[in-house]
Nanobody, 128 residues
Framework: QVQLVESGGGLVQAGGSLRLSCAAS????????VGWFRQAPGKDREGVSC????????YYADSVKGRFTIARDDAQKTVYLQMNSLEPEDTAIYYC?????????????????????RGQGTQVTVSS
């Protein structure tokens, strides 16, 4: 079955950390730009962090820069999002996505359309 499955969400206090994982099955990630997006109630979708096809090409939204780190392990077909210094404003459903015909990280994060593959999402709740 071709899919992306996220894990690692949960409830954490402000200042805490979480590590999200996104595992691909049925396809390899090496031909795809990959990224993490989030959507909070009443807010637009936000491209949080993306990794382009080039190993060193990453993008972070200003709201998470310096706190979040994206990493991709194509051999394990997994994308990670390390989230540190979490704030209540980070509360949202986080999902991962992959697109074959987008190469650059910032293009993927700024893309407002549908993705080739998208996971179901995992809830992240940060309490104050």
């Amino acid at each position: 079955q071709v899919q992306l499955v996220e894990s690692g969400g949960g409830l954490v206090q402000a200042g805490g950390s979480l590590r999200l994982s996104c595992a691909a099955s049925g396809f390899g990630l090496d031909r795809y730009a990959v990224g993490w997006f989030r959507q909070a109630p009443g807010k637009d979708r936000e491209g949080v962090s993306c990794a382009g096809k080039d190993k060193d090409d990453t993008y972070y939204a200003d709201s998470v820069k310096g706190r979040f780190t994206i990493a991709r392990d194509d051999a394990q077909k997994t994308v990670y999002l390390q989230m540190n210094s979490l704030e209540p404003e980070d509360t949202a459903i986080y999902y991962c996505a992959a697109d074959e015909f987008i190469s650059r990280a910032h293009h993927l994060c700024e893309w407002g359309g549908s993705h080739d593959y998208r996971g179901q999402g995992t809830q992240v709740t940060v309490s104050s």
